[in-house]
């Protein structure tokens, strides 16, 4: 008989297994089968189960094992569910269905499924929150709801909290964040450690936007905003050794990367430079401690630039041209001029917009234009690899003064005869085409036959160089030679005729 009795309760309990889902115990189950000896072949007879407090007995004689667990099963079955006539929507509020039948195994705090009879997909879900089994009254609070309009006849399952399906979003105060508002909800969640779909999720919406709204994000799509109300509060994010890799500070209004508090706008530091205040109306400060460069890179053939504009449009612009290797500064407004300083009030050079360049001059009058009136002889200075030569203006004429010291000088000898070679050129009056004046030179060309050391050919076209002013002097020695040997000799023959 012990064998009999164990048998039996092993494949009662897989019954259980197969019919009823992990759960609260809400229930109590126990059953006798007992072994009539003197039955012959129909050995036993079913002779009590109680389930939940109900008894159910039969006391006709026992047709077999299988027959007997049938009936307790279909039993339970019918305890762990509930059928009910009661009309309700379906929306996630609290419901209370009448049962007309089963139900003997409901209890509060049970998880449910509410499934419309005539649809098997039209289905509800949520917890029981009271069970009156005089009046076979169950209360569920519906928290999930995958249906839609109304229905007047439902079929109640007691469910497994691990197997319930949500099949629309759980509002927060329903849901297993412990809080009733978004902030708390957050906070309790801490920081997710993979994104969950609206679908899934706990913010009370089937949609983006009313689940950003009902979490506190702003509505704006694709966008967040931090410190919305405007408060004096910072972000921050670390790197893996940098603890300020990008600072927000509220009170300074202010962006650091790599600074905790920054001086500018945007301060980018690398390094401390030390003691530094920037100028006034700095927008954008690049700190280190070694050498620091703002790179711009383009691909091959395309340009980098920076250009500096207004409501005006781009007033000027600094540009790096790969395709044409250059490098350019270019003022875009009509009339505008480019000047260097040297310090705030010390004018360097201006660059006109008619291209006519100063030097120490604001409005350049010449093609170049050179001034500096601090002092009488600091004006132009000329220097090669064979000297220097300085410009000296005064009233009514230009004096050059140039390098003549021995120690730069070799070979040095008597200079050759220039008279001679002077009276080759040909000085000639003509009318220059370009500005219709007249005027006295010479002719490149003759040149090149009669004076060929004064001739110089290049890209430009043809030129002559006129002689050097000692080459002048040379000559004028020449012929005050030549005056006085001639005076001398008209003395002599002035004698002659006196005698």
Not at 199 to 210: I, S, V, Y
Not at 223 to 236: E, I, L
């Amino acid at each position: 008989m012990s064998y009999f009795r164990t048998s039996i309760a092993c494949a009662f309990l897989l019954l259980l297994r197969f019919f009823v889902a992990p759960a609260p115990a809400v229930a109590q189950l126990s059953a006798t089968l007992e072994n009539s000896q003197a039955s012959g072949p129909s050995f036993c007879t079913y002779a009590e189960a109680n389930f939940s407090g109900t008894a159910y007995a039969s006391t006709g004689p026992c047709t077999g094992f299988l027959p007997a667990m049938q009936d307790m099963a279909q039993h339970v079955a019918n305890a762990w569910r509930g059928t009910s006539l009661t009309t309700h929507s379906c929306t996630a509020t609290s419901k209370a269905f009448t049962l007309s039948s089963g139900g003997a195994g409901f209890g509060a705090g049970a998880p449910a499924r509410i499934v419309e009879t005539a649809v098997s997909t039209e289905v509800m879900d949520g917890q029981i929150t009271a069970w009156d089994p005089v009046g076979l009254i169950v209360t569920i609070n519906v928290t999930g709801v995958n249906c839609t309009g109304s229905a007047a006849d439902w079929q109640i399952y007691l469910a497994s909290f691990e197997n319930v399906t949500v099949s629309t979003p759980v509002s927060i105060a329903n849901g297993g964040t412990g809080a009733t508002d978004a902030a708390t909800a957050r906070t309790n969640l801490g920081v997710l450690s993979s994104p969950v779909a609206v679908a899934d999720g706990g913010t009370g919406a089937t949609d983006a936007a009313t689940a950003r709204t009902n979490l506190g994000v702003p509505s704006n799509e694709g966008g967040a905003v931090f410190n919305d109300a405007g408060g004096d509060f910072d972000f921050r994010v670390e790197g893996d050794t940098q603890p300020n890799l990008l600072v927000i500070d509220g009170a300074l209004e202010a962006i650091g990367i790599g600074e905790i508090a920054p001086e500018s706008l945007v301060h980018i530091k690398k390094a401390s430079a030390g003691v530094h205040t920037p100028v006034g109306g700095t927008v954008l400060l690049v700190e280190s401690d070694i050498n620091a460069a703002i790179e711009i890179a383009t691909a091959d053939t395309f340009d980098s630039s920076v250009r500096f504009t207004s409501t005006d449009g781009i007033g000027a612009e600094v540009v790096w041209s790969d395709n044409t290797e250059s490098f350019d500064l270019i003022t875009r407004t009509a009339g505008a001029k480019t000047r260097f300083y040297t310090s705030t009030t010390l004018l360097a050079m201006t660059i006109a917009s008619d291209q006519e360049v100063g030097v120490g001059v604001i409005s350049p009058a010449s093609r170049l234009d050179v001034a500096d009136t601090s002092v009488a002889d600091n004006v132009l200075l000329l220097t090669d690899d064979s000297g220097t030569c300085e410009a000296q203006p005064a009233t009514g004429s230009l004096t050059w003064s140039c390098s003549s010291d021995r120690a730069l000088k070799s070979n040095i000898r008597e200079a050759a005869p220039a008279l001679e070679r002077l009276s080759r050129f040909r000085v000639r009056d003509y009318v220059e085409r370009a500005t219709g004046l007249p005027q006295t030179g010479v002719i490149a060309q003759e040149v090149a036959v009669d004076a060929p050391d004064h001739f110089v050919k290049n890209d430009s076209g043809l030129m002559a160089s006129a002689p050097n002013a000692w080459v002048l002097i040379k000559a004028i020695q020449e012929l005050q030679a030549e005056v006085v040997a001639q005076a001398a000799l008209i003395g002599d023959l002035q004698r002659r005729v006196e005698r």
